[in-house]
């Protein structure tokens, strides 16, 4: 019986899926190690039922999703009743109800990234996993979600796999990343940390690493994260001398002109803003290759990644009577 019981009615009316936690026999078992593991997370905290959210990531990360050991195993713990766990379980979708795939790949389809083709992507990687949202393939190797917001609408249209950024996708290469993930390969993500997969994310998240030894966790640090189109409004507003109304109640900063915020104001010096002026200092302060990549990449004056397309471009606009065109598609400005 399982520990969080869903129904049919309770569908119908949220339109969530409130289906009963699936069971299996084949787990890895819940040990004394991750119970002592817990205990560690709960010392973080001065209430210890403030540690549930990491707990649960942890008894996924060994099981592979929250399973009804699990969630008894954190009420144990804490004090709780197995339904107050269950209620935070099922509250958050990154704690999953049935077992996942080796990675989990959430394709972004809210309103930016569907404007600029999420819904395409997730329905052509349903397609070739042979899976619906909340499915994994028969081997195993991926489970498929579609996401609100991901956070990264500059960046759209998004897909996370094990929460890891692969930027601006399209049809074609959100199919290659699939394919690679399916031959066990890791693609590195466009920004961050190195990929490693969803067992592994969740324990990170408890708050453990999940590298051997102190050596491969340095070697997974995280990589360079702002980039171009994250500071392309400040640029902008940089080039148009724009700046933001100062808050009614705000107190000014000492010595800042509250009409014009020193930090989107190109300078006096040829316009370079004090951004792009510490870029540049960054760039140059660089000592080794990596260090130097890193800095050029997060450069406000960055060329824009090359060859990114509206994924709609080569779909025929409808005409007056819904019939497909030949000829150009529709098209979404990306510029401001
Ligand atoms: S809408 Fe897709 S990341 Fe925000």
Redo the contacts with the bound molecule.
């Keep these: 019986m399982s520990a969080l019981p869903g129904s049919a009615e309770g569908t119908a009316v949220t339109g969530l899926d409130s289906s009963a936690v699936e069971v299996h026999e084949d787990l890895p078992p819940l040990t004394e190690t991750t119970r002592t593991e817990c205990r560690e997370i709960m010392a973080r905290y001065p209430v210890p039922r403030s540690a549930l959210l990491p707990m649960l990531h942890l008894v996924q990360s060994v099981q592979g999703y929250v399973t009804p050991e699990g969630v008894a195993l954190c009420a144990q713990e804490l004090g709780l009743t197995k339904a107050e766990v269950g209620a935070v379980a099922t509250f958050y979708t990154m704690f999953k109800r049935r077992p996942t795939g080796r990675h989990l790949v959430s394709v972004?389809t809210?309103?930016?990234?569907a404007v600029l083709g999420?819904q395409r992507i997730f329905d052509a990687v349903a397609g070739e996993l042979g899976v619906h949202h909340d499915e994994t393939t028969a081997d195993g190797s991926i489970t498929l979600e579609h996401a609100e917001?991901?956070?990264?609408?500059d960046y759209?249209?998004?897909v996370t796999v094990d929460y890891e950024f692969y930027d601006q996708q399209d049809v074609g290469s959100a199919l290659e990343l699939v394919a690679a993930l399916r031959r066990g390969e890791k693609p590195d993500p466009t920004r961050g940390a190195p990929l490693t997969d969803f067992r592994g994310i969740s324990r990170q998240l408890a708050g453990f690493s999940q590298h051997a030894d102190d050596a491969a966790a340095r070697a997974a640090v995280d990589g360079p994260s702002a980039g171009v189109p994250t500071l392309r409004g400040v640029r902008l507003a940089a080039e148009r001398g724009e700046s933001a109304p100062a808050m009614p109640d705000a107190e000014p900063r000492p010595g800042a002109d509250a009409a014009a915020p020193a930090a989107v104001r190109p300078d006096a010096d040829g316009g370079r803003t004090p951004g792009a002026a510490a870029a540049d200092t960054q760039v140059a302060a660089a000592d080794n290759p990596a260090e130097r990549s890193g800095a050029e990449q997060n450069h406000p004056d960055r060329a824009e990644p090359a060859g990114r397309e509206a994924a709609d471009r080569d779909a025929p606009a409808p005409d007056a009577d819904g019939q497909a065109q030949s000829g150009s598609g529709t098209s979404v400005p990306r510029e401001v």
């Design positions: 972004c809210n309103t930016l990234c999420g917001c991901l956070a990264a609408c759209a249209p998004v």
